[in-house]
């Protein structure tokens, strides 16, 4: 089982992409994809939004995602948020198995 949470972070302007660059350039990133449990960490740009970054961050359990919860890097990461002054929705997902019926759709 992998939890993954879709992160649209939206701010004025460049404000989010600003945000993912210096996640990236600060090291904050990095250091979150080397933790214990980390699956992906990825940032994406909606081609429909400019103003929006979507962050995919899946995890190998609940408990791997509370210890990242709880790492002195999420303070770091919520002062960067309040510097950029974003606003986030966030969508939760449990990954499950593939239905058989589905595969048919997926090209490998």
């Known amino acids: 089982m992998s939890i993954t949470i879709n992160l649209y ?3 004025k302007g460049d404000a989010a992409r600003k945000f993912a660059e210096k996640m990236e350039a600060s090291g904050i990133a990095e250091t979150i994809r ?15 939004d400019p103003e929006t970054i979507l ?16 790492s002195p890097m999420m303070a770091q990461i919520a002062a960067l948020r309040k510097k950029y002054d ?6 939760r997902y449990i990954s ?3 239905p058989e019926s589905e595969n048919q759709f997926i090209r490998k």
Do not use: C, V
């Not at 974003?86 to 969508?91: I, R």
């Open 9 to 11: 972070y939206t701010g």
């Open 86 to 91: 974003l606003h986030m929705k966030a969508e």
């Open 96 to 98: 499950a198995d593939t």
């Open 55 to 70: 962050l995919i961050d899946s995890w190998s359990s609940q408990d791997a995602l509370d210890i990242h919860h709880a």
């Open 34 to 48: 080397n933790e214990d449990g980390n699956e992906r960490y990825e940032y994406l740009f909606p081609m429909n």
